[in-house]
T-cell receptor
């Protein structure tokens, strides 16, 4: 079974530019998560989808971040415009169901550096 | 606010020695507890999880963890560390009726001496 796929793996941009990250979850997984992991910290949830609907985006900086999951499969996370503090690893995860005990499977992440 | 604390930022152990990584969480509803491992350039891999029942949980790669409700702790242990265990370890919790959202600790980096 293929795991969670993410691209690109690395991205370097200048501040005020825009960037997009792509995630393909495990086949059949209804729930998809985007986490931000700043260097030296644990991952922090940005947004959670159940199929193509948003379940939780309370910690998403909506003035610059947006995300979508069209057709309930792939997802895209966008930052526009980027700030220096957005430098981080962006992790995508998926689980088969929505629930507190469900195992989340993580992709390798996209490492973003904003100069 | 609900939080997870991993008191040790960095631990170094000798290969073959025992290991214990600490994790404490703030009081909340019934917690679901997880330990993940992250190797350089890799995503997070689940080592083990606890929901209920036996408070000693066995995981992959020879790891185990013990839930102690009275201490709000979920410490990770391994009796004999291998060089390949060098990585970052994250404790995480989720709570009932929060839809699966994981709250992570800041991580403990494990180095293994030959």
């Amino acid at each position: 079974e293929a795991g969670v796929a993410q691209s690109p793996r690395y991205k370097i941009i200048e501040k005020r530019q825009s960037v997009a990250f792509w995630c393909n979850p495990i086949s059949g997984h209804a729930t998809l998560y985007w986490y931000q992991q700043i260097l030296g910290q644990g991952p922090k949830l940005l947004i959670q989808f159940q199929n193509n609907g948003v379940v939780d985006d309370s910690q998403l900086p909506k003035d610059r971040f947006s995300a979508e999951r069209l057709k309930g499969v792939d997802s895209t996370l966008k930052i526009q415009p980027a700030k220096l503090e957005d430098s981080a690893v962006y992790l995508c995860a998926s689980s088969s169901e929505r629930g507190s005990g469900e195992t989340q499977y993580f992709g390798p992440g996209t490492r973003l550096l904003v100069l | 606010a609900q939080s997870v604390t991993q008191p040790d930022i960095h631990i170094t152990v000798s290969e073959g020695a025992s290991l214990e990584l600490r994790c404490n969480y703030s009081y909340g509803a019934t917690p679901y507890l997880f330990w993940y491992v992250q190797s350089p350039g890799q995503g997070l891999q689940l080592l083990l999880k606890y929901f209920s029942g036996d408070t000693l949980v066995q995981g992959i790669k020879g790891f185990e963890a013990e839930f102690k409700r009275s201490q709000s702790s979920f410490n990770l242990r391994k009796p004999s560390v291998h060089w390949s265990d060098a990585a970052e370890y994250f404790c995480a919790v989720s709570f009932y009726n929060q839809g699966g959202k994981l709250i992570f600790g800041q991580g403990t980096e494990l180095s293994v001496k030959p």
